[in-house]
């Protein structure tokens, strides 16, 4: 550990525990949350570790409250982080449209577990996937992160974080219970200050700023409570200067910027890995834990002499729509093997708009695929 | 007659948003008069105003927040204090106040508000208490006494209300307070105590609700409700809040009840740095 108590080095660590570490290393200084498994570990570590960095940790009453204290802590001036996994997901939808409302800059961790309701509490899951794009009610965009490794889950932490600052939305890190509790060598390296993002702060003084006005980008500079900027947010529709406006004009101008800073600024925040696309007539298209055991069904795909390549989603929205619908006009089929009956496939579906065929490979729940399942998915698409 | 204060007079216009007025509260409301009585608690309190944040929930009492010139926060239904706490937390040089209503802090922030309590976490409550939930139409909530009328209750409710103090108290709260709207200098007096005091301090507001609670319970006007409370209410500071429960047209007792000292959730925040730092070192 350096001075400061951030860690620096090669360690043996769990992916709970290296999400924490991410979001030490990316300054997070609150975290707020709730036991709940598969994701506890992240609130152990948070709460072990945020001391030693002259962070505050606090335990809420529920998801509810653990949402809106990082929401309360970003206004501060914090960057702030809650974790959780299904049934505390569902729970913190209402507060998480807050925080796309008044824009807040903040991370949300879900260790995903099967579902419904309680379901396999210990075991993996990729069954929150369209409830992270749409399970606060109303028009908005998210940002979501989906990583294979504890490694991952430490860099894509802190890429969490800044893409959080830089647009002024909560970031979501939609890992699983097998990459939270599987162990493996993390490398933290020194985060130099200028890898780090916060977010952009006005330059006017308290009586010319409109905590709405945002310029070219359409993210607006941030003021923080206490500076004397004496500004008012409001989950109400709400105009440039914070005031609630009850009118049909007012909530267009702000719902297309909320959804358009995201849309507009996709190919800043989307990012995606490819193996062996250029030839490819068939894709596997994958994220998180389902992506690592995907890229052995490829291999052994290529072994058997079929043409087959992965996209590999790392952040899973916004979706990569540009590129699939590019792949689309090359390749004969998408496989999409993900832990659920059908999530991600949708949206592959949906861009691919029936110039290449679509094949899920589900997983109900409670483990990861079998390679040789991807693999005979994979074959039967290129027949 | 008394010659009205003008706008270019008060001396308050610092400390309100003049251009969102008018206010969307109904002629008789209580709850302008005890936004008032905040606001000259802030200059009796002699704090900062830069440094005072103001949450509030959803309903009548949480548009508080949006008619305050101070950094100033309209959150979801029931989830100011959670909000509250992380803003404090986040920055305790902050004089952290949640402004809102009864339906809002007592029953859906009902679970947020005794955790709040209990971890004595350095915030101001001011809790309006008009029995019933004005904005969405006179529905009855928590704090509907018995037998009273409401949207929902046309038959009379027949739910037993909170003794909201004894509430607060029973969880931990080291300040705790009643008053009524017509109490407005004990109210402003206390509001100001609680501003300066640390951890966590509740003041409930008794307040007309002339358009639905009023009306539907036979006090129509806005001063029949405050004709109301000067027959019914007692001031007894220190009464035992187990004591102070209000039923449909008995005694209201108002007063001081609760005035303790308990480490507050920030300093104990400081005692875990602490702690960890020596662990380090060790």
């Given at each position: 550990m350096s001075e400061d108590g951030v860690l620096c080095g090669t360690f043996f660590m769990n992916g709970d525990v290296a999400c924490a570490e991410g979001a030490i290393s990316a300054g997070c200084r609150f975290f707020a949350g709730y036991p709940i498994t598969p994701a506890?570990?992240?609130?152990?570590?948070?709460?072990?570790?945020?001391?030693?960095?002259g962070g505050i940790y606090i335990q809420m009453e529920d998801e509810i409250a653990s949402m809106n204290a990082i929401l309360g802590a970003s206004w501060a001036g914090?960057?702030?982080?809650?974790?959780?996994?299904?049934?505390?997901?569902?729970?913190?939808?209402?507060?998480?449209?807050?925080?796309v409302m008044l824009e807040t800059p903040c991370v949300l961790v879900n260790i995903q577990r099967a579902g419904p309701s309680t379901g396999l509490p210990t075991l993996a899951a990729q069954g929150d996937m369209m409830q992270a794009r749409w399970g606060s009610h109303g028009s908005y965009e998210i940002i979501a992160l989906a990583?294979?490794?504890?490694q991952e889950i430490f860099d894509f932490t802190i890429t969490a974080f800044n893409l959080s600052e830089r647009y002024r939305v909560p970031v979501l890190v939609m890992s699983d219970e097998a990459v939270g509790h599987m162990s493996e060598k993390v490398v933290i390296p020194r985060i130099a200050p200028e890898e780090l993002v916060s977010r952009r702060r006005p330059e006017v003084a308290p009586e010319e700023y409109l905590p709405y006005k945002a310029d070219g980008d359409l993210v607006p500079p941030m003021a923080i409570a206490g500076e004397?900027?004496?500004f008012h947010v409001t989950g109400l529709t709400h105009d440039e200067r914070g005031y609630p406006i009850m009118t049909a004009e007012v909530q267009d101008q702000l719902v297309r910027r909320l959804v358009d800073k995201i849309r507009l600024n996709r190919k800043d925040i989307i990012s995606y890995e490819e193996i062996g696309i250029e030839d490819a007539e068939v894709i596997v298209c994958a994220y998180g834990i389902t992506a690592r055991v995907a890229r052995l069904a490829v291999q052994q795909a290529r072994d058997a002499?079929?043409?087959?390549?992965m996209l590999r989603l790392i952040t899973v929205w916004p979706f990569a729509e540009d590129r699939i619908r590019e792949l689309a006009e090359q390749v004969k089929a998408f496989v999409v093997p993900e832990i659920n009956y059908g999530q991600i496939v949708l949206e592959v579906e949906r861009c691919t708009a029936g110039k290449a065929s679509t094949l899920l490979v589900p997983h109900m729940g409670g483990g990861v695929h079998h390679p040789l399942t991807i693999l005979k998915a994979i074959k039967e698409a290129v027949q | 007659m008394t010659t009205p204060i003008t706008e270019e007079e008060n001396k308050f216009n610092s400390l309100i948003r003049l251009d969102r007025m008018p206010h969307i509260w109904c002629a008789g409301c209580g709850i302008g008069p005890a936004v008032g009585c905040f606001i000259r608690a802030i200059e009796s309190?002699?704090?900062?105003?830069?440094?005072?944040?103001?949450?509030?929930?959803?309903g009548c009492a949480g548009r508080a927040a949006g008619y305050v010139k101070l950094?100033?926060?309209?959150?979801?239904?029931?989830?100011?204090?959670?909000?509250?706490?992380?803003?404090?937390?986040?920055?305790?040089?902050l004089n952290v106040v949640v402004f809102s209503g009864d339906g809002d802090l007592v029953a859906i922030g009902g679970n947020h508000l005794i955790h709040s309590a209990r971890r004595n976490i350095d915030i101001t409550v001011i809790c309006i208490n008009n029995f019933n939930y004005g904005m969405t139409g006179g529905q009855m909530g928590p704090t509907t006494p018995l037998d009273a009328r409401s949207t929902t209750t046309p038959y009379g409710n027949v739910e037993y209300p909170f003794n909201v103090p004894y509430l607060v108290a029973a969880s931990g709260a080291t300040y705790v307070a009643r008053w009524t709207v017509l109490h407005a200098r004990q109210l402003e007096w206390s509001i100001t105590e609680a501003l300066i005091k640390p951890g966590f301090s509740f003041i409930e507001v008794l307040a007309p609700c002339p358009t639905l609670y009023g009306r539907m319970n036979k006090e129509p006007q806005g001063m029949n409700t405050m004709h109301s409370y000067q027959e019914r209410s007692v001031v007894k500071d220190g009464a035992d809040p187990k004591d102070v429960a209000i039923n449909y047209d008995?005694?209201?007792?108002?007063?001081k009840f609760i005035d303790t000292e308990r480490q507050t959730f920030g300093d104990q925040c400081k005692l875990v740095l602490d702690r960890a730092k020596e662990k380090k070192k060790g």
């Open positions: 506890t570990e992240v609130a152990e570590r948070m709460s072990e570790r945020l001391p030693h960095v914090k960057k702030a982080m809650t974790s959780t996994s299904g049934p505390g997901f569902s729970l913190m939808m209402e507060n998480l449209g807050l925080g990583p294979s490794s504890p004397g900027y004496r002499g079929i043409r087959a390549g | 309190s002699g704090l900062d105003p830069d440094k005072i944040a103001l949450i509030s929930g959803i950094d100033s926060f309209h959150t979801t239904h029931g989830r100011a204090l959670p909000f509250a706490t992380g803003l404090k937390v986040g920055n305790p040089d008995g005694q209201i007792v108002v007063g």
